[in-house]
Each structure stands twice: as C-alpha cells, then as structure tokens.
C-alpha cells in the first residue's frame, strides 16, 4: 500500500522491529510486468530477519507477576466462525500454557471493526489487562486510538499494518506466512484433481477448482494464489475461478457461492470465509473440499480433505511473556512453518488422493529447507510473461504507495518487506468472477 519516506530510517526500522502484517487494497499493482508505478526501492531485510522473533527464547515471568497479570482479547465474531474459533482456542492454549486461570483472561467476542472495538479495549484496560489482542483487518485504527491512550498497556493485533508507521511503543503486528500451509493444501488439491481425471471422471483440461474469496486484500490474493500454485505443482492443466462474497462471516453468501461454482463445473472447492457455508455445499454436492482454519471432517466426512491455518499460540505465548517482563515486542511478528505457527490439519484419508500425506511431507521438508519458494517467478506468469520486477502493496510509511521490490532471486519474497501479506497479482490460469469487494 505505501512508499518509503527515508530509505534509511525505513530499513533500520524495519531491520530493528523485524516485519508487517494486514489485508491491503490489491488496486496497488504495476504498470505493467517487469514495470512498476513508482520508482523501486529494494530493502535491505531478508526473511530470516522477519521471523527471528518466532526463534526467539522466552522470558521467565516471576510467579508475583504471572499470578497479578490479566489478558484481554478482542474477536470479530465467536465460536461459529471458524477464524474466530481459531484465535480464541490459540487463548485459552496460550493461557493454559502460561499457567495463567481462566479469570486472568477476558475474552470479548462479536466486536465489529468499529467504535466498539475501541471501547471493548477500553473495557479491557479498566478491567486490568495490560496486553489486548485483537483479531481482525478493521480493528487496527481503534485499537490504535486506545493504545495512545494507555502507554503503558501492549496491544497486539493480528493481521494490520500500521504498527511501524505509527511508531507507538506499545502497538504491535502479528502474522504468520499462511500461503506456505495453502500451498501445501493446494498440493492435497492437485493430488484429487489427478485422481478423478485418472478415474475419468473428467479429462484433464476441465480440472477446475472453485474459490470462495471474502474481500479482494491481498491477504485472500495472496492465499487463493498460493492455494492454486501448489494444485498446479501436481496438476498441471488446473485452472481456478473465485468468486467473493464482500464479507468474512455470511453462510448464505458463502453456500450460494460455492453452489455458484459447483453449477460452473468446478470440480473441487476452497476457501478464504469464515462459515461452514461453503463446506456444507460440497458435502451435500458430493464436491472435494479443502476447508479453512480448521477441520470439517466431522460434518463434512465425505468430501473433506485438509485443511491449512495459523496456530497463534506461539505469538500470544510470546507477547504476552515480553510484555509481563517488561521486554520489547518488536514492531511486527511472522511465524512460519518451519516455526510452527502455520499448520495443517491431518488429511482425510477418507476423501483425498492416495499419497496425498507422501506429497505435502515432501513439499514442506523442502519450504522448511528453503529449497521450494512458493512464488517462484518460473512457475507462474501475469498477462503470459514472467515477472523480473515487482513493486508490491508494502506499507513503508504514509503515502500509500507501492515502491518496494520484493522480486529477489527469482521468487516473490511474500512477507519479507513487512509481515502481513502483500501479493496482489493476478496471475494467468485464475479467473475472478466478482471484483466489487475490496
């Protein structure tokens, strides 16, 4: 989304506070492939430097302090949304694992992205918490406006992207690099393509998938990219259409989409939405479904293969344990794979390909080793040609302008620049269907 205001304090306040994080306007493209519309300007952070936190050993918290601490967490919706439902299970996990009893932790849930969100954190602060988390894209500007408030209470929040710009000491980042799991289920996608078209269900140029997309951010772009990337690692001629719903949470919206895209001939479903909308179309459609945040197995048993999503216990455990202690939580956060904040769930042998497990155990040995980058340039084009240059969406500081090469070394360095998700092209063999949601 933005430009670099001074190379210097942007790259050592980047090396200094490692990366970003958020769901950004995919507007913000290149002119043209190989081009961008501003003049590039390369950061000098690897990945390594992002994720050095995740590797980071933990504080003690001395007893006193662990048995006076209270935690406050802010969630769009509850447990009926399968994103929520993740966060709040990765609480009570990192409560439990820091000892901490349950009235040390307050949870608030169906917080909108609104004014309600500031005074949830409000309430929080008075109720004694000195670390609030908060869950959601739109949450990030009130809780910003809380956090000026109380410097001396951490805020935390997932999926933003202000947090080095603000400049706040006591408001931070978190993401991890979830298009690592969705490559992987990906792969799990590409296995039972293959497997029906050897079974001559269907031939081999009508392999194609179905997206149920929530927002057209970079942070759906980036996911159902990545998703497709690993299905077309295994099945070539896959091609996918996505369609959006303008919503994280709609179970209408998100059903009729996918019954939209089965009615389309698509031979396989995925998703970034939050409900069981989608997945309950396959299971009454008899479609393969790879799912979100979760495992459907137990409703879906029929058509349920895997699923991807981020554990955010590592990141609660770790804020939290900073903050008790009084240690700085860098600016923003990234947990990988190879870290164990992206995870996926055990494949359903009942549904998917076989080898499916053999496949995504040889694809994540070779992530973790850092031989196999899923935005590899050579396996993907944008209007039939490889990409050399990309300025991408990175939010440097306040202009909102993309200006940051992210193409090195011949692979797209997604959640380098900054931790939350930054890829918004949109690349040959994808088809949107809708784009009035962004």
């Known amino acids: ?35 961008t ?5 390369e950061l000098k952070t690897s990945y390594d430097s992002v994720e050095a936190a995740a590797d980071e050993e933990l504080p003690a918290i001395p007893a006193e302090t662990l048995a006076s601490l209270k935690v406050g967490f802010i969630f769009l919706h509850d447990e009926n949304s399968t994103y929520d439902l993740n966060f709040i299970n990765a609480a009570k996990a990192a409560a439990e694992k820091l000892g901490l009893k349950d009235e040390q932790i307050i949870l608030k849930t169906n917080v909108p992205e609104g004014q309600e969100c500031y005074e949830a954190a409000e309430e929080l602060v008075d109720a004694g918490c000195t670390v609030v988390f908060a869950d959601s894209f739109g949450h990030e500007d009130f809780m ?53 078209i050897k079974a001559g269900k269907f031939t081999a140029e009508e392999a194609k998938i179905g997206y149920v997309g929530a927002f057209t951010y970079a942070e759906v772009m980036s996911g159902y990219t990545s998703f ?19 919503s994280w949470y709609n179970e209408a919206a998100e059903k009729e989409a996918a019954n939209k895209l089965i009615a389309d001939n698509c031979k396989l479903i995925s998703q970034h939405a939050d409900s069981m909308g989608a997945p309950t179309a396959c299971e009454t459609a008899g ?21 991807s999503r981020i554990d955010w216990t590592p990141y609660f455990v770790y804020a939290i344990s900073k ?72 939010d440097t500081d306040k ?7 992210v193409i090195r070394d011949g692979y797209v360095h997604e959640s380098d620049a900054r931790s939350a998700p930054y890829f918004s092209l949109e690349i040959d063999g994808i088809t949107l269907l809708d784009r009035n949601y962004g």
């Open 1 to 35: 989304m933005k430009k670099v205001i001074a190379v210097l304090l942007a790259v050592a306040m980047l090396l200094a506070l490692a990366a970003c994080t958020g769901k950004t306007d995919p507007s913000d493209k290149p002119d043209e492939v190989g081009t």
């Open 37 to 41: 519309a501003a003049p590039v300007i």
């Open 144 to 196: 910003i406006e809380s956090a000026k408030n109380h410097p001396e209470v951490q805020y935390c929040h997932a999926t933003g992207t202000k947090a080095h710009t603000e400049g706040l000491a006591n408001y931070h980042n978190a993401f991890a690099s979830i298009y690592e799991g969705r490559y992987l289920a990906g792969i799990a996608a590409g296995m039972k393509l293959n497997e029906m």
């Open 228 to 246: 497709f990337l690993g299905a077309r690692s295994v099945c070539p001629t896959a091609t996918m259409e996505v369609t959006f719903t303008g």
């Open 287 to 307: 479609v393969p479904n790879v799912s979100y945040n979760g495992s459907t197995q137990s409703q879906c048993p029929n058509t349920f293969i895997v699923s």
């Open 323 to 394: 903050a008790a202690v009084g240690e700085t939580i860098p600016a923003d956060w990234t947990g990988t794979i190879a870290t164990g904040s992206v995870l996926l769930t055990d494949v359903n042998t009942a549904a998917a390909a076989e080898g499916t497990q053999e496949a995504i155990d040889k694809a994540k040995a070779e992530m973790v080793a850092g031989t196999l980058h899923v935005y590899n340039t050579a396996n993907f084009t944008v209007n039939g040609q490889t990409l050399t240059s990309y300025g991408a969406d990175v």
């Open 399 to 405: 202009d909102f302008t993309p200006d940051t090469e």
